[in-house]
């Protein structure tokens, strides 16, 4: 009988039972995190509870099934002997980060929970050590604001009036102008929002761990996630998966070396172009390069900033890229002048980008041209078949904002995905952009054609069949298509490229299966 599937799977510098190969168990990034360890790339150690135990979570009702923190008391003794600290001790501080992380990337839609295990008697154990009072006061206020907001449902805004309201005061316009009298005032106003909601923060770390994994398991219902998964047709997921891991600090300041946090992408998303692009901020932690309290540096300032950090960082993500097989978009913090690097996955990218990374990366020898056929996605190509500006001179004088498009071309209108829809939108004089290629409907019309197929094969094998009409431009259906066996597809003259490519990836994936066999 074999043994029963482990619940929670470690990752430490250089080893990990986990793989890239496993992200349906253990998620995108706990996947990753995993390769990662395994690579020797210097991460925060940690470990991910599976989607399986996400799962079991909803079917005994919304519980931490029996027996899992006793599991995750025996994963943390090992990211506390990596790390060299201990959780809960206030003379040798182990904090944790918790995240979520499914299978298929949903940026923003789940929720985190940093500086997990502080509470009022470990922040001054954390001053003392790190001999930094502002630093620790500044972890505290963001565990307090995390916390409330995402485990204990208390409104963000209430603790942004509170940030907003003290800087006003003060007379500064960054967080990071605060000083740690200021910090200590907000720490008081937090909990004072704490109480008016009739709460407060738990003072045991374990239990501090315990609700947040609870609460990450349950973003995966929240609104915002289950819309995600319903606007991109992401279905047939078993939830996602927890990610707990040690804290590194951007905003440590301990006058050792420089500190800080970024992401970057290991080509440019928008072009292509072989070159680091991203951004990163010094003194910052978490969420502060995105959440745009302030203006982030280009990446290639680091560069000047912190040399010899910035060729190690270089390095690290191009080696990922060599070892993914694909362009890597990427998080990292550098911690007094220690480079820690706390995600990697396969970079989103625009049509022209696409085209452009799978042609260079195939020439480079990274990827066969196999791979890089099944690298470009149909919808790609779609993007690079609308009308674009062909000089952007002539009209650079017309320019009052600038910003990275989704998509080229151009159109106004609400957007709808029926006929019918648009047709009663007309009426009511909206202006509308109708989408008509929509996927097959596999289990109604696609039975027929599969029914058709076998039929219309057993008497006359050497028959040729195809579709023509709306579907035949759909990489979905064009995948579906050649599955069932036929042998063409007819579409708008507009839709032939993405048609051919979608034809060319399915009869590849269809010949790496048959070879599996």
Known sequence: MAPPQPRIF??????????????????????????????????????????????????????????????VKEALALVEKEMGKKFADPNNTLLLSVRSGAALSMPGMMDTVLNLGLNDAIVEGLAKQAGNERFALDCYRRLLQMFGDVVLGIDHDAFEHEIVALKKGAGVKF???????????????????????????????????????????????????????????????????????????????????????????????????????????????????????????????????MPEIYRELHDTVKGLETHMKDMQDTEFTVQD??????????????????????????REGLITADEAVLMVEPRHLDQLLHPMFVNEKAYAKDVFAKGLAASPGAAVGKIVFTADA?????????????????????????????IAVERGRATRPGIELGICGEHGGDPASVAFFNDVGLDYVSCSPLRVPIARLAAAQAALRAKAAAAKK
């Open 10 to 71: 470690p990752f430490l510098k250089g080893k990990s039972p986990g793989d890239r190969t496993m992200k349906s168990l253990l998620g995108g990034k706990g996947a990753n995190l995993c390769e990662m360890a395994r690579l020797g790339v210097n991460i925060p150690a940690g470990f991910t509870i599976t989607t399986d135990v996400c799962q079991e979570f909803y079917r005994v009702g919304g519980d931490l099934p029996p027996g899992l923190m006793d599991e």
């Open 422 to 450: 648009a047709e009663e939108a007309a009426k009511a004089g909206e202006h509308v952009i109708l989408d008509p290629f929509e996927t097959l409907d596999v289990e109604g019309v696609g039975e027929l054609v599969r």
């Open 337 to 362: 002048g220690r480079l820690f690097m706390l995600q990697t996955r396969n970079g989103k990218r625009t049509g022209a980008a696409a085209l452009r990374v799978a042609i260079e990366m195939e």
């Open 175 to 305: 967080d990071c102008e605060l000083d740690a009298s200021h910090l200590r005032s907000l720490v008081a106003a937090y909990k004072a929002v704490y109480a008016r909601n009739g709460l407060a923060l738990p003072q045991d770390p374990w239990e501090q761990l315990r609700m947040g994994i609870d609460a990450v398991f349950r973003s995966w219902n929240i609104p915002r996630a289950v819309k995600y998964r319903e606007i991109n047709k992401i279905t047939g997921l078993k939830g996602t998966a927890v990610n707990v891991q040690a804290m590194v600090y951007g905003n440590y300041n301990s006058g050792n070396g420089a500190s800080g946090t970024g992401v970057l992408f290991t080509r440019n998303p928008a072009t292509g172009e072989n070159k680091l692009y991203g951004e990163f901020l010094m003194d910052a932690q978490g969420e502060d390069v995105v959440a745009g309290i302030r203006t982030p540096v280009p990446i290639a300032e680091m560069k000047g900033i």
